[in-house]
């Protein structure tokens, strides 16, 4: 059974940082494209950022882009999403995904696991 665990997330006053962790297991980890996404209340889950299996290629939202730092640690089965200089804006559920592939998927309907997020509010 595949498992995937967000953690990391908090309250934190705009400028700050976070660093989310997802922790997963069931799957080989490795063969495994993952990715970040949010939702905000009201609204659509959106894009964040996406890492393919070996980490040798990144993809981010634009807003994101110069703040946020995906990565992945194979060794560990985790993967982290670093985020500098929050802003209000940026408050969501944030959840990672996998899925099994060479390639980088970047929209929520390329994943088949999802974990059950963690929650991220900035403060202004």
């Known amino acids: 059974q595949v498992r995937l665990v967000e953690s990391g997330g908090g309250l934190v006053q705009a400028g700050g940082s976070l660093r989310l962790s997802c922790a997963a297991s069931?799957?080989?980890?490795?063969?495994?494209?993952m990715g970040w996404f949010r939702q905000a209340p009201g609204k659509e889950r959106e894009f964040v950022a996406a890492?393919?299996?070996?980490?040798?290629?990144?993809g981010y939202a634009d807003s994101m882009k110069g703040r946020f730092t995906i990565s992945r640690d194979n060794a560990k089965n985790t993967a982290y999403l670093q985020m500098n200089s929050l802003k209000p804006d940026d408050t969501a559920v944030y959840y990672c995904?996998?899925?099994?592939?060479?390639?980088?998927?970047?929209?929520?309907?390329?994943?088949?696991?999802w974990g059950q997020g963690t929650q991220v509010t900035v403060s202004s």
């Open positions: 995904a996998a899925r099994g592939s060479w390639d980088l998927l970047l929209t929520p309907n390329d994943y088949n696991y």
């Open positions: 890492i393919t299996w070996n980490g040798g290629n990144t």
């Open positions: 069931g799957l080989t980890f490795d063969r495994s494209a």
